[in-house]
Nanobody, 115 residues
Framework: QVQVVESGGGLVQPGGSLRLSCVVSGTIFRVLNIHWYRQAPGKARDLVASIFNEGTTDYAEPVKGRFTISRDNFKNTVYLQMNNLKPEDTGVYYC?????????WGQGTQVTVSS
């Protein structure tokens, strides 16, 4: 059974930083493509950043230059380092692990950027 668990969210002031973690268990981690999504209140869930099994990364335009996605295949963990946070970054952040045709979602972690 595949499990996806996010952590690291919280309340931060504009300009601050947070690092989110996504731990995946129950499958072969190194073959997974991992994506971070976020969902603001009343809005759709949007793709934020991706890291593929060969290590390449991709980012949504609003976060380019501020967010960095990385993975540690020994710890079965993907990280999302978020710097220079803005109020519009507020939302629930979800990790999605993709293996072939299967998508595995975590429960999400809340990020609130406010002064």
């Amino acid at each position: 059974q595949v499990q996806v668990v996010e952590s690291g969210g919280g309340l931060v002031q504009p300009g601050g930083s947070l690092r989110l973690s996504c731990v995946v268990s129950g499958t072969i981690f190194r073959v997974l493509n991992i994506h971070w999504y976020r969902q603001a209140p009343g809005k759709a869930r949007d793709l934020v950043a991706s890291i593929f099994n060969e290590g390449t990364t991709d980012y949504a335009e609003p976060v380019k230059g501020r967010f960095t996605i990385s993975r540690d295949n020994f710890k079965n963990t993907v990280y999302l380092q978020m710097n220079n946070l803005k109020p519009e970054d507020t939302g629930v952040y979800y990790c999605c692990a993709v293996e072939s045709i299967y998508n595995y979602w975590g429960q999400g972690t809340q990020v609130t950027v406010s002064s």
